[in-house]
């Protein structure tokens, strides 16, 4: 696909399928250097490059705040099921507690 007014390619939606499998598991600088790789054996246009670039950022500060959301929920659990079993054994009759 190219645009009429500057005659370079912009990257195709199964372009950045493609280059989105390829840097989905890689950090994000390996990502732009695979992304940049790849740009450069054709003439695309830098703003939509840009975008595409833009795009693997978010998803990749997407999957870093699930990661951490992910570990505060299981403390959050964790600290959740060990006030509830200290205080189920303080309700027991007959516990040393209340002895």
Known sequence: MEQEN?????????????????????????????IDAYVSQGNYDKASVDYFKGQIAIQNRIKEKGAELLVSGAQILRLVTLAFAKNFTKSQPGTPSEQ
């Open 6 to 34: 500057t005659g370079q390619k912009i990257l195709d939606p199964i372009e950045r399928a493609r280059l989105g499998l390829k840097v989905l598991n890689m950090s994000a600088q390996e990502a732009e250097e695979t």
